[in-house]
């Protein structure tokens, strides 16, 4: 079952027992050595390989949804352009451009959905939409697009609960709030609206679920957003709750005040035999031009209420055990 955050549990050999070294600050290829253009990711966890959706900034500011696929986040392959511009819809690449484009599996459907940020070049449109395919490398298509539920909407993501109840968050209220809108069973359609940090101007939010000691049913939901400061690096500030809807503590500082020059992404969950393992996923931006934006990958823990968030410019991880180290 896909849970809130894409899960690993099979193992992704490279020494030969199982361990992967990942090497922050480095642009990510291919296997045939072509940049990974796949930025702002969204990830999807099946048949052992990580899916990876993201924004292709080779024409920086009319970005193609590309899908990648790896068994260890660092041997990587090109599937396909699943959204194209002028291809996908007309309007995109002239009056629409698509941003952290979101990559969903919806288990009662069997159906792959892709939620966006959908804009026009001013940024005035603050609209979502939402694209599905019967396979994950298929040609999507639009499903819709609007203000979800008439508010306006901007740098967005998504989260699956372990229910499978799914979520679409996104910065409201020109950036002001944030909004968490719950989704229909089938991914497609928004169905209620809860507003979150009112005036606190977060975008770039990343939700995880830590069950606690005493058993998987019992959880905290832990946030990590940024502010709105365009391209420029800022404190990552994080948030708990054990109520998606209500109840979340106050933002406090996370990381270095540039979060490492990174903006929250994703959290990844490396489920192991011995251990659990999260992975913080972050976009390096204009490092240096947007094309060259770097993916920057570090292990971060939760103990109660608290995150261990320390950068790592390389460290090796098991995903058979769940393991790393430096």
């Known amino acids: 079952m896909l849970t809130g955050i ?41 048949g052992g390989l990580w899916y990876m959706v993201g924004e292709d900034r080779s024409h920086a500011w009319n970005p193609d949804v590309n899908l990648y696929s790896s068994p260890d986040l660092v041997h990587w392959r090109f599937e396909k ?48 939409a939402c694209f599905q395919c019967d396979s994950v490398d298929g040609n999507y298509q639009l499903v819709w697009a609007g203000r979800p539920l008439g508010i306006k909407s901007r740098d967005c993501n998504v989260f699956v609960d372990h229910d499978g109840t799914a979520y679409f968050i996104s910065t409201t209220n020109e950036n002001q709030d944030l909004g968490l809108f719950r989704l ?17 101007r977060r975008e770039a939010p990343a939700i995880v679920r830590v069950p606690s000691a005493k058993g998987s049913e019992e959880c ?28 979340w503590s106050p933002l406090t500082d996370i990381g270095d005040d540039k979060a490492y020059r990174t903006q929250p992404a994703a959290i990844l969950e490396v489920k192991g035999s011995r251990q659990t393992t999260y992975l913080y996923v972050g976009d390096r931006w204009m490092d240096p031009d947007l094309p060259s934006t770097k993916t920057i990958v570090f292990p971060i ?18 995903y058979a055990t769940g393991e790393w180290h430096e």
């Not at 490279?14 to 990974?36: A, R, Y």
């Not at 699943?82 to 002239?94: C, F, K, Q, S």
């Not at 629409?96 to 026009?120: D, F, P, Q």
């Not at 990590?224 to 809807?245: E, H, I, M, R, V």
Request: glycine share 8%; charged share 25%.
């Open 6 to 46: 894409a899960t690993v549990s099979a193992q992704a050999a490279d020494d030969g027992q199982g361990w992967v070294s990942i090497v922050n600050g480095q642009l990510w290829k291919t296997e045939q050595g072509e940049v990974v253009q796949a930025h702002a990711p969204g990830f999807v966890r099946q």
């Open 81 to 128: 352009k699943i959204i194209r511009n002028g291809v996908t819809d007309r309007r995109l690449g002239r009056s629409r451009m698509i941003e952290r484009a979101k990559l969903l599996y919806c288990a009662r459907t069997g159906k792959y959905v892709v939620w966006c940020h959908w804009e026009s070049r001013d940024y005035s449109a603050s609209e979502a």
């Open 184 to 200: 229909s069973d089938d991914y497609l359609s928004m169905v209620e609206h809860t507003r979150l940090f009112a005036g606190e």
């Open 220 to 247: 905290r939901y832990f946030m990590f957003s940024s502010a709105c400061t365009g391209w420029a690096p800022n404190q990552c500030k994080l948030s708990y709750t054990t109520n998606l809807k209500s109840g």
């Open 301 to 318: 823990a939760f103990d109660g209420t608290r995150c261990t968030f320390d950068y790592r410019e390389r460290f090796s991880i098991n």
